[in-house]
């Protein structure tokens, strides 16, 4: 191996050293840079790739289910930040402060949006009259500050982060809850079916609700390491903001009524979570779903076979390209085919093919997996065919490896002793009996640093509330008080 090549490649492991992997497979496959300023990033075109391949997916969805993209801008003034308190108290130790424009000093402090219930709102008040008016459903695609004092992890913890936040109003709670059910689901889907990462679907413990929330949903995803990612919310905020910016409506007997909201948002961090889960000590590894380029073409040639192994290829190319595959040929003079292996693995592109001059003559072409470097051979005639259910075969692969680990890792624990025991051991949701009191969570997030991260979903058949099923267990497996909820305690990131 030269010297350039152990250069290219990862030198962690992510077994034994699961963040210093990640944050050199991040820049390695260069996904994305660290910006001068502590906490910030800089997100590179492949790594922006991915968050657009995101985007597409839930935006194309969005539309669907009735709702129009809008734009506000980055500032809220203070007092419309303190008209909602909890959104002030919950965010308040995270809000960065403009005072200062050009030279002069504001009348007005204006926040940097932490979340944008406080500037959106108002508006949305404006822009219902009547019942008529309902649903309104809008959507934006922004960033958003949030000043935490943590260590920057790209994608996982930044202080600016990419994000869509969806805020709706509607006539009736019941609306508001199928709208809360419609985003839930559409998170699942971008998971699943595009991301190759299963998820649980929860909501989070009163205590740990967005601020202001009646109600916040969640889906959740185990990483390889164990710990939980909270994958997107979805919140109902009940008339707590409807009433804190006089969001109402005239119903049919023009009687003034309050409204009903929601938001709900997911963020770059499922960049985070699809990193994590799919790749290896080898590099990225992406489903062909969001690859930026889901096949590499590596043609293999002496002097006196190149010119029949390059016009095969590209023929190759050309019939991939024009059925709809984003396809590299990598032709490079200067590189030979092993650094070539070794780059598009590192880069994460599901499908090698690989043409030399034995392909030529059988009219056949070598594929090769990324995830597990499976090798098959084609015909040549089949290949647009052939290329397509390799495709989808890598995606179940990497779907299969991620829902092994979530299945392999949820654990019941009926006491403190055994909850920190399996959590210690290993890592992944132990489901609970629980009380329901804060103090309990505390108890074992101060010893092991996990918590709930969520309680399950009652069937959501009826799809009227978030209720959370009967415990198996009347007693709390932490305190043993009776206990009417269940929790999933994990740590997360
Ligand atoms: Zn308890």
New binding site residues.
Partial sequence: MSDESQELGITESKSHKPGEWYAEVVQKANLADYAPMGGFIVTKPRGYALWEAIQDALDGWFKETGVDNVYFPMFIPESFLEREKDIVEGFDPEVAWVTQGGHDELEERLAVRPTSESIIAPFMADWTRSHRDLPLRLNQWCSVVRWEATETKPFFRTKEFMWQEGHTAHATNESAWEEVWTRLDQYERVYEDVLAIPVLRGKKPEHDKFPGADTTTTVEALMPDGKSVQGATSHNLGQSFAEAFDITYADEDEDEKTAYTTSWGLSWRAIGALIMTHSDDQGLVLPPTVAPTQVAIVPIWQEDTKEDVLEYSQEIADDLEEAGFRVELDDRDERNPGFKFNEHELNGVPLRLEIGPYEVEDEEVTLVHRPDNEESVEDRDEIVDAVDEHLETIYDKLYQAAEENLENNVREAHSPEEILGTIGKHGGYVKTS????E??EEAIKEKIAAEIVMQPLDDEGGRTAGEVPEPDRDE??????P?DEIAYFAKSY
Avoid at 434 to 437: A, E, L, Q, T, Y
Avoid at 476 to 481: H, P, R, T, Y
Wanted: hydrophobic share 30%.
């Fill in positions: 629980w009380c329901g009191d103090a309990c709390c497996g932490v305190c043993g008080d206990a």
